[in-house]
């Protein structure tokens, strides 16, 4: 069956950087497109990155515009979310989701991992 | 960038209750809505595509109708299991993608 699976995130200073990546598996990985997901208990549910199921297209939130950026290694069935100049607004559960070309997303999540900014 | 809006923002129901959650988009999105439960701790889950199609093995008590820009989910006879946030998602035009802010439904 599908298996999402998050890891790297942890507790970090603003202004620093950390790499997420999402680990996908029982489906075959380079035929979707993959989305990241954040959640924070006051601002709920809200759309990050997202990639194409090649790479060669990828998007990111107004709010994370110019700091992360979304790449994948199909061969390692792997995505990845680089997360610079990180704010303690980023502070969230970082989610990974399976997502169709045609748009709709959501039907498959990994675990996620908890990312912290704190001084 | 649609902006997606639910209310109420908490809804108190009695156990074996109905609950119907409303959302509103700032523009018309035909019927690409998707609705997510999530409990505290919890990853999201699907309940509803397309509106108003139930996802695989949910129970025929969540109910989806709208189109447009005006959706209902409707939780008939309320399970313990029930009482947490559900979301609203539009898929229509992006990106970005965009939810709702939430509805929590709380045990009155």
């Known amino acids: 069956q599908v298996h999402l699976v998050e890891s790297g995130g942890g507790v970090v200073q603003p202004g620093t950087s950390l790499r997420l990546s999402c680990v996908g598996s029982?489906?075959?990985?380079?035929?979707?497109?993959m989305h990241w997901v954040r959640h924070t208990p006051g601002k709920g549910l809200e759309w990050v990155a997202v990639?194409?199921?090649?790479?060669?297209?990828?998007y990111c939130a107004d709010s994370v515009q110019g700091r992360f950026s979304v790449s994948r290694d199909n061969s390692k069935n792997t995505l990845y979310l680089y997360m610079n100049s990180l704010r303690h607004t980023d502070t969230a559960v970082y989610y990974c989701?399976?997502?169709?070309?045609?748009?709709?997303?959501?039907?498959?999540w990994g675990p996620g991992t908890l990312v912290t900014v704190s001084s | 960038e649609i902006m997606m809006t639910q209310s109420p923002a908490t809804l108190s129901v009695s156990p074996g209750g109905r609950a119907t959650l409303s959302c509103r988009a700032s523009?018309?999105?035909?019927?690409?809505l998707a609705w997510f439960q999530q409990r505290p701790g919890q990853t999201p889950r699907l309940l509803v595509y397309g509106a108003s199609t139930r996802a695989k093995d949910i129970p025929a008590r969540f109910n989806g109708t709208g189109s447009g820009t005006d959706f209902t989910l409707t939780i008939s006879s309320l399970q313990p299991e029930d009482f947490a946030v559900y979301y609203c998602?539009?898929?229509?035009?992006?990106?970005?993608?965009?939810f709702g802010q939430g509805t929590k439904v709380e045990i009155k």
């Open positions: 998602q539009q898929y229509h035009h992006w990106p970005p993608w965009t």
């Open positions: 029982g489906f075959t990985f380079n035929q979707y497109v």
């Open positions: 990639s194409s199921h090649d790479g060669n297209n990828t």
């Open positions: 523009q018309t999105i035909s019927g690409n």
């Open positions: 989701a399976r997502g169709t070309r045609g748009g709709f997303f959501g039907g498959f």
